[in-house]
DNA sequence: GAGCACTGC
């Protein structure tokens, strides 16, 4: 078997442009070295370094300007230093945002050590539960969702004179929200004479005039970087099966090439990056002599954290690495040495359909801004090489970028913090991408019925439950959950739950081991529903001082359990604020269930004569999700968390209630239903 | 009757 590829005209980004202040042509790669180098040396080798003093010159002008910069150019860790070294917004903090926690991180750590001062004084960093930052902090990287917070606090973000969005190109909903509100701060801070306030977008290669045009025509600064030419291979012929495309690529390279050349292959999901990792194993064990051994590693978000680790290792001599990986090989996770790439094209990816209220998780084609993405993973040390299983001519139709998340997600939170950042009007808030406004519709409607928002002469407007539910950071039905809790006496117990249902999964399911999970898992299960289960083992787990050893003899996933405390304490320390009473219902989870249908009686599905369900929002067919204890239970009447489709429509998360609490908690919603329904 | 892309506050 082989498949059949040809290479076409080489193509690289242009960074040729009206502002391209350099051009850089990786004529000074790092070469093997004995002596660790000065760090003053290391900043000076940089390709960004050769710009420096036109870079501060025409960043002191601008009050905007957009910065593309290639991988390895060096621009998140130096422009902030040479603002700083220009003394460049010294009035105020030089913000720095990044789309993950552990980007904030490692970029302080690094730059504070590239400033030789202790982190948190000059430079600093804060993320979720971790603040290292003083009044001393000048240079502050940040999560977006953090600086997002902070907004909600101090819209006009008055301690900063420079913001920074960096990774502006992954599109992330908090970054797009940033796009509005430094914008509008922007322009507020210049109306009242305070301190400008200066804005940097950082992005890779794509998107360029769409941000340019969003900040009034600021100039757009081109950096060139370290990346290495690779070579783009696509395939004559459209291929039907690109898993079979991707396994008959994978033993052609591995066949022609030299061992040391390790493979990173993109795939859509865990069970099919499972399946293929089984089917490579077994081909490797019968290969011809002289063909170097395989070591194949699946790789995907809910794996354990020490099979992740694994991909860093080299594989043994003579041992070729194969990495079968999501897209968290695009962006989140870095494995260097990679030299083939082979892109399936394929993604799985959630999008949103405002009318039905429905998530739908599925397989779909990539981007061209993701395929390149995928493509320069292939060059980060050397020349690389990128297998497309798709041809030139289907490359070329497809859409040149991700739709932004802003436009596939479920905007209730999105309008709930816009209303607390007292935006006058959502439906003509300056979005960088709009929304449609159905969708906006629908979240104002969410809102509405979470009694979050009233209307009032067409307008707007959050009531004061709204914002206090603003204040946790949890999806709005949640923090309803939590404020509709005191009414039931059992706040203790839904932060509890809250805390669990709002970081990953707790429940650790390896696929081999399925009936001893089952089996150690049954002394915990609830009747009454996944609510009660997960509340039952955060219970154990307290009980027995939260044992290590514990969770892995049952299952649980121990780092998700420590960070579940984590969340719990700071939902509380927000209740506390709000002088809120903090009542346990001990052993009684029918005050619990009740509390769940007060805050969720919007998610409710009722059994149907002929064992179906159906949602009473909009009577859709759903099903009960194969994770939940209640699979093969058949209650009246649950409330759902949320509804996912994959295969078909699945409620995730649920608990059994009596249909009277649902009409006590909204008369007016069920009457409206019932008419409806009987239309 | 049988399944879970990826982040983040």
Known sequence: ?????????????????????????????????????????????????????????????????????????????????????????????????????????????????????????????????????????????????????????????????????????????????????????????????????????????????????????????????????????????????????????????????????????????????????????????????????????????????????????????????????????????????????????????????????????????????QAWQRTGRAGREDSGICYRLYTEDEFEKLEKMTIPEIQRCNLASVVLQLLVLRVPNILTFDFISKPSPDSIQSAIEQLDLLGAVERKEDQIILTPLGKKMAAFPLEPKFSKTILTSPKFHCTEEILTIVALLSVDSVLHNPPAKRDEVQASRKKFISSEGDHITLLNIHRAFKN????????????????????????????RDICIKMSMPIESSRTDTRNIRQCLAHALFMNAAELQPDGTYTTVETHQPVSIHPSSVLFHCKPACVIYNELLHTSKCYMRDLCVVDADWLFEAAPEYFRRKLKSAKN
Request: with cysteine; glycine share 6%.
């Open 1 to 369: 078997m082989s498949q059949d590829f040809y290479h076409p005209p080489a193509k690289k980004f242009k960074p040729g442009s009206p502002h391209s202040i350099h051009n850089w042509k990786g004529a000074m790669q790092p070469g093997p070295r004995k002596q660790p180098v000065p760090i003053e040396q290391q900043r000076r080798s940089l390709p960004i370094y050769q710009t420096r003093a036109q870079l501060i010159g025409q960043l002191r002008q601008l009050e905007s300007a957009v910065i593309i910069g290639e991988t390895g150019s060096g621009k998140t860790t130096q422009i902030p230093q040479y603002l700083y070294e220009a003394s460049i917004g010294r009035q105020g903090i030089i913000g720095v945002t990044q789309p993950r926690r552990v980007a904030a991180i490692s970029l302080a750590t690094r730059v504070s050590e590239e400033r030789k001062t202790e982190l948190s004084k000059l430079v600093g960093y804060t993320v979720r539960f971790e603040d290292v930052t003083s009044e001393e902090t000048k240079i502050k990287f940040l999560t977006d969702g953090m600086l997002l917070r902070e907004a909600i606090g101090d819209p006009l973000l008055r301690r900063y004179s420079v913001v920074i969005l960096d990774e502006a190109h992954e599109r992330t909903v908090h970054t797009d929200v940033l796009f509005g509100v430094v914008k509008t701060a922007q322009k507020k801070r210049k109306e009242l004479g305070k301190l400008p306030l200066k804005v940097i977008i950082m992005s890779a290669t794509m998107d360029v005039d769409l941000f340019s045009q969003y900040f009034n025509g600021a100039p757009v600064l081109y950096l060139e970087g370290r990346q290495h030419p690779i070579q783009v291979f696509y395939t004559k012929q459209p291929q039907s099966d690109y898993l079979q495309a991707a396994l008959v690529t994978v033993f052609q390279i591995h066949q022609e090439a030299p061992s040391s050349h390790d493979i990173l292959v993109f795939l859509t999901g865990q069970e099919e990056i499972e399946a293929m990792t089984k089917t490579c194993r077994d081909i490797a064990k019968h290969l011809p002599d002289g063909c170097p051994q395989m070591t194949v590693m699946p790789l995907y978000a809910s794996l354990a954290h020490f099979q992740q680790l694994r991909v860093f290792q080299n594989a043994p001599k003579d041992h070729r690495k194969v990495i079968l990986s999501t897209n968290i090989a695009e962006t989140s996770i870095t494995i260097t040495g990679i030299k083939y790439v082979v892109d399936t094209g394929m993604v799985k990816a959630k999008k949103y359909n405002p009318e039905s209220g429905l998530e739908v998780l599925a397989v779909q084609r990539v981007s061209k801004a």
């Open 544 to 571: 027995l001082g939260k044992n290590k050893e514990w969770c892995r003899e049952n299952f649980i996933n121990g780092r998700n359990m420590v960070l579940v405390s984590e969340v719990r304490a700071q939902l």
